[in-house]
């Protein structure tokens, strides 16, 4: 049995330009605090976390009408791993974000689950913030 953890957040911007960051591969360093860099080649994608330890993934689905993004670590800790990151149209230009983790061993998926909250909310904070600067324009 896998353990699971999910975590959701509303922003206050439109599911479009939620995913144009949430949803681009290359980009996950932009927001996702502990990552301090990422490259994409094809459906490979290498993460490297701040203490300069890079990380594998298998890029799983892409889905820009469903704004859908699964991956799944290719480390030797774990046995199985899944991330899954949604973004939902609210329509009422706001969204709903989803990022649920499943792991085996099922103390891993606390360990991600930890870093995808606070991926959420810098997600939220940038998203949010940039929504304010364009309205001072």
Same mark, same amino acid.
């Given at each position: =049995?896998y353990?699971?953890? *999910?975590y959701?957040?509303?922003?206050?911007r439109?599911?479009?330009?939620v995913?144009a960051?949430?949803g681009?591969a290359s980009?996950?360093?932009h927001?996702?605090?502990?990552?301090?860099?990422?490259?994409?080649d094809?459906?490979q994608?290498?993460?490297?976390?701040n203490?300069?330890?890079?990380m594998?993934?298998?890029?799983?689905?892409?889905?820009?009408?469903?704004r859908?993004?699964?991956y799944q670590l290719?480390?030797? =800790?774990?046995?199985?791993h *899944?991330?899954?990151?949604?973004v939902i149209?609210?329509?009422d230009?706001t969204?709903?974000?989803v990022?649920?983790?499943e792991?085996?061993?099922?103390a891993m998926?606390?360990?991600?689950?930890?870093?995808?909250h606070?991926a959420?909310h810098e997600?939220?904070?940038? =998203?949010?913030?940039?929504?304010?600067?364009?309205?001072?324009?």
């Amino acid at each position: =049995m896998y353990g699971t953890m *999910r975590y959701e957040i509303r922003i206050q911007r439109p599911a479009a330009d939620v995913w144009a960051l949430a949803g681009d591969a290359s980009k996950l360093h932009h927001w996702f605090p502990g990552i301090k860099d990422c490259t994409v080649d094809g459906n490979q994608r290498t993460i490297v976390t701040n203490s300069g330890i890079p990380m594998p993934e298998e890029i799983l689905v892409c889905d820009n009408t469903q704004r859908r993004f699964q991956y799944q670590l290719k480390v030797p =800790m774990f046995r199985h791993h *899944r991330g899954t990151i949604d973004v939902i149209d609210l329509h009422d230009d706001t969204c709903l974000v989803v990022y649920s983790t499943e792991a085996d061993p099922r103390a891993m998926a606390l360990v991600i689950g930890g870093g995808t909250h606070e991926a959420l909310h810098e997600l939220k904070r940038q =998203m949010e913030a940039a929504t304010t600067q364009e309205g001072t324009h």
